[in-house]
């Protein structure tokens, strides 16, 4: 994990980010395992999550090692 990428994980996120990037699919990380994003997409991200009924939790320190 470092700054210039944020993980999300979940029912549903990859397909959220593929909306919020007008279709394009993000990358699968193998550790940890997620979809990646830039950090300057995570809060339109969780905005949008949302607005759409999901529950959004953020997780900071969980997969840092």
Same mark, same amino acid.
């Given at each position: 994990?470092?700054?210039?990428?944020?993980?999300?994980?979940?029912?549903?996120?990859?397909?959220?980010?593929?909306?919020?990037?007008?279709?394009?699919?993000?990358?699968?990380?193998?550790?940890?395992?997620?979809? /990646?994003?830039?950090?300057?997409?995570?809060?339109?991200?969780?905005?949008?999550?949302?607005?759409?009924?999901?529950? /959004? /939790?953020?997780?900071?320190?969980?997969?840092?090692?």
């Amino acid at each position: 994990m470092n700054p210039s990428l944020s993980t999300v994980s979940g029912w549903g996120a990859r397909d959220l980010i593929t909306d919020l990037r007008n279709g394009r699919p993000p990358l699968w990380n193998r550790n940890p395992r997620g979809w /990646v994003i830039g950090p300057w997409r995570t809060s339109d991200l969780i905005a949008f999550a949302e607005s759409r009924g999901f529950l /959004v /939790v953020l997780d900071e320190w969980a997969e840092v090692r």
